[in-house]
Structures are given as C-alpha cells and as structure tokens.
C-alpha cells in the first residue's frame, strides 16, 4: 500500500528539486544485485559496498507499507526522509504464481528519468521479475529486510495553535507545584495597537 507522504532528498547532491531524490544504498535484496549485472562475486559479503553499487534516481515519489508475503527491495536509503523506507516491493502469490511489483514512483519510469543513474537497469530487473518464472529472491534479505518503522509527525499545526507562556522559576517554589501552571494566555491590552 502507498502511503501518503513524499520522499525528500535531505541535502543538495546533483538534482535541483528536493523531491528528486538521488538513492545511493537503497538496494535491500541481492537478487537485484545479480540480476542487474551489477553482482560482484566476493563484495556481495560486505554489505555495506554491496548497497552502494547501484544508484537510482527516485523522483516526486512516496514510500511503501510492505507486509508479507510482499518483500521489500528498494528503499530509500540513509540520506533521505524518511530514511530507510521501502519504495519498491515484489510479491508472488504462493498458489498460482502470479506475481506483482509496486513502485511508489511513476516518474521513475518515465522518459526523463528513464537514463538518468541506473533507473533503467531497476526498470530491467521489474520487468525480469515479472516475466522471468525463475527469478528467485535473496531469502535472508527478505525476510529480514533494512527498513525503519513508519514514524508519524506531531501535529504541528495543532500545537501551534496552542501556545503557552513559558515558566520563569521564582525564588520560592509553592508546595503545590500545580499552581504553576497557567491554562490562559494573558490577553494585550487593547489601547496598544500596531499601526498598518
């Protein structure tokens, strides 16, 4: 399911929008690795090089609630917001084969993106997982894949529409310390007024 938010790239690297977002280590599943040509045997054990070997281009995107028998298989990585969201998911029912793939992305595919990093060879290994029977995914990495928690945002908007006075300890602190506490703001007087 796609949630409501929008991926964020959280500092300035080679796109001018903020929402074109440039994922260096969003790579969750292996299999991506290798079937993108991009699997170099050996590296594959470190898995801190073996993220950071393909780079997409994830533009005016949102994240993804991925729950099983989905699996999550790109991300949006450490450097933007939300970190460590899924963005792409495959899912392949147990009975009857079918098989689906959810990108949160629908510019990502499209001809202005399309050769921008490597958004083709992800747009290859869609398309691989979808036609190909055999296309068999990383075990370890989908079951347990690198992804945060969904993280809401307070309210701002509510809080600030409930502002109070802010506290200055005196010299003596009453007993009851609930007499600190003012549940009105004072109101200004009204013979200040701002001139326009």
Known sequence: MTSTDSVVRTCYYKY???????????VLNKAILQASGKAIPGLLTDESLATRLMSFVYPFGATLNV????????STGSVSFPLKRPVCAFSEHPTSRGRVAVLGSGHMLTDHYIDK??????RDVIFQYLITPDFK???????????????????????????????????????????LFHA????????????V
């Open 16 to 26: 001018f929008h903020p929402k074109e977002c440039l994922i260096t280590n969003g």
């Open 67 to 74: 729950k099983k028998p989905a699996v999550a298989v790109l």
């Open 117 to 122: 990093e490597e958004n083709s060879k992800i």
């Open 137 to 179: 995914l990383d075990q370890i990495d989908a079951d347990d894949p690198e992804v945060s928690d969904y993280t809401m945002t307070p309210d701002i908007f509510g809080l600030s529409e409930n502002l109070q006075n802010c506290l200055q300890e005196s010299e003596e602190v009453p007993a009851d310390f609930t007499q």
């Open 184 to 195: 009105k703001v004072n109101p200004r007087p009204r013979t200040c007024k701002v001139e």
